[in-house]
């Protein structure tokens, strides 16, 4: 489960990104969080694995306190949450394989530092996964060959081989056309349910949302306007 509270963060600039968001995610459940560009979404995600430091505010990952850890501790915990980026953030040069290996990392560096860090467990979970996401056969693809929805397949894939807590998910098909966003989106929540994962996603898509998401969070200027399941968001439009 985890569990945010009051959330904040101010920019060294002084934008205040985030005044004060609290919210739980847990179960089974796929949570979206809307809302117009600026609101806050990035942040908030950024936020919760500490790519960005907030500025106050609690963040649990079952019972772990998230904001007093780091180093090697901040790197665990870090594995337990997988991220799926809008960008994909594939290494463009590293094969598929490589890159969804390069998840239970965190980071890639050479390949031969690389495969040491890899048991033949590893490697099978990896197998297996990409099978999943419809990538058999596509293992030493370069990711810089692969079309759009293949990348964020990868994405998806290096996300859950890693068995993580919680999915991240940050605007995963604002680089995809609708079709292939609608397949990204299936997948992504066909396989967070069968491994039991619960999903905290930005989307800005709100059509997405309410097919999607069990509940629905809109961000407004840094604050949470809306929290409800998607009829009720309907019926608020
Ligand atoms: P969203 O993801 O909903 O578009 P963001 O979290 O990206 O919202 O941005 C929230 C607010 O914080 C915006 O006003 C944005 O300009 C500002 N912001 C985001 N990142 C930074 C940053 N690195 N430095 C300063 N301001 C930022
Ligand atoms: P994203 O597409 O992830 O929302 P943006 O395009 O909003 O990212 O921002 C790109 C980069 O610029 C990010 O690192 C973000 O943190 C930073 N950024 C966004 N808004 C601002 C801002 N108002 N001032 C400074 N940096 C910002």
Redesign the pocket.
């Known amino acids: 489960m985890l569990s945010v509270t009051d959330l904040r963060k101010t ?1 060294s ?1 002084g ?1 205040e ?1 985030l005044r004060g968001v609290s919210l739980d995610v847990g179960g089974n459940e796929t949570v979206a969080v809307i ?1 117009p ?8 995600i950024s936020c919760i694995n500490r790519l960005t430091e907030p500025t106050d505010g609690q963040v649990e990952l079952d019972g772990v306190d998230i904001l007093r850890l780091s180093g090697k501790d901040l790197r665990n915990a870090r594995r337990d949450m997988g991220m799926i980026f809008q960008e994909f953030n594939l290494v463009e040069r590293l094969t598929v394989m490589e890159n969804v290996l390069s998840g239970r990392l965190g980071y890639v560096s050479t390949w031969n530092a690389f495969r040491r860090k890899f048991s033949g467990d590893d490697v099978e979970r990896a197998y297996e996964v990409l099978d999943r996401v419809g990538l058999a056969g596509h293992e030493n693809d370069r990711a810089d060959e692969l079309s759009g929805g293949q990348r964020q397949r990868v994405g998806i894939a290096r996300a859950v081989v890693q068995r993580p807590k919680i999915l991240l998910v940050d605007e995963p098909t604002s680089s995809l056309d609708p079709e292939t966003s609608r397949a990204v989106m299936d997948l992504l929540t066909t396989i967070a349910a069968e491994d039991e994962i619960p999903v905290l996603i ?1 989307i800005h898509e709100v059509n997405l949302a309410i097919e999607y998401a069990d509940r629905i969070v809109g ?1 407004r200027d840094g604050e949470k306007v809306f929290e409800g399941p998607p009829e009720e968001l309907d019926e608020a439009a």
């Open positions: 920019y600039g934008e990104a809302g560009s600026g609101a806050g979404k990035s942040t908030f930005n961000l």
